[in-house]
């Protein structure tokens, strides 16, 4: 089974602050996903990595950044959370190939003060 | 651009009852189509999928089948169970596309 983990369940922070959200994925996907999940909204796209280094903007990048120096690993990055980042941040991989199945992480649920 | 329509919850339904969950879709071309399965304090899970005109996607009794000529993805159950209460994402994906496009999601509440 594919298995996605993500460093936190629950985090909280200090407006102003930066804050790194590590997600890991154990099957060798190339690509890999940051959605941010809000009541009403569903899911929205932040970032995307096609591959290694690789990165993407989605739908809604501003305030977030990225890295993926190696395979397995993408990190999301708020620069200096505010309390809009205020959410639950589910991460994603699949195999290369837009018709494929992305499988989540458990989520992470981030306050911002 | 893509998207993903859904009814809105909540959806409270009786142990046993029957649950139909309306998804429409927007979409050039042929793109696949998910339903996901969030239950509380999880992430998404993958309830089924199908890639074509008229596959049928089905797992744990629910059952979805691809509409091209209404555009549409409905989720089924003929019977419910409290363990089946939990948030649905409605989603597509184009095959040359990068993302999940999602709908809204419709929370269903199952009570004894």
């Known amino acids: 089974d594919v298995k996605v983990t993500q460093s936190s369940r629950y985090l909280v922070k200090r407006t102003g602050e930066k804050v790194f959200l590590e997600c890991v994925q154990d099957m060798d996907h190339e690509n890999m996903f940051w959605y941010r999940q809000d009541p009403g909204l569903g899911l929205r796209l932040i970032y995307f990595?096609?591959?290694?280094?690789?990165?993407e903007k989605g739908d809604i990048p501003e305030g977030y950044s990225v890295s993926r120096e190696k395979k397995e690993r993408f990190s999301l990055i708020l620069e200096s959370a505010s309390t809009n980042q205020t959410s639950m941040y589910l991460c994603?991989?699949?195999?290369?190939?837009?018709?494929?199945?992305?499988?989540f992480g458990p989520g992470t649920r981030l306050l911002v003060l | 651009g893509d998207s993903v329509t859904q009814m809105e919850g909540p959806v409270t339904l009786s142990e046993e009852a029957c649950l139909t969950i309306?998804?429409?879709?927007?979409?050039?071309?042929?793109?696949?189509l998910f339903w996901y399965v969030q239950y509380p304090g999880e992430g998404l899970q993958l309830l089924l999928k199908?890639?074509?005109?008229?596959d049928k996607g089905s797992n744990k009794g629910f059952e979805a089948t691809y509409r091209k000529e209404t555009t549409s993805f409905h989720l089924e159950k003929g019977s419910v169970q409290v363990s089946d209460s939990a948030v649905y994402f409605c989603?597509?994906?184009?095959?040359?596309?990068?993302?999940?496009?999602f709908g809204g999601g419709t929370r269903v509440l199952v009570k004894p």
């Open positions: 309306n998804c429409t879709y927007t979409a050039t071309g042929y793109p696949s």
């Open positions: 989603a597509l994906s184009q095959a040359a596309g990068n993302k999940l496009t």
């Open positions: 199908a890639t074509k005109a008229d």
């Open positions: 990595s096609y591959d290694v280094k690789m990165k």
């Open positions: 994603a991989s699949r195999i290369q190939g837009g018709g494929e199945t992305q499988y």
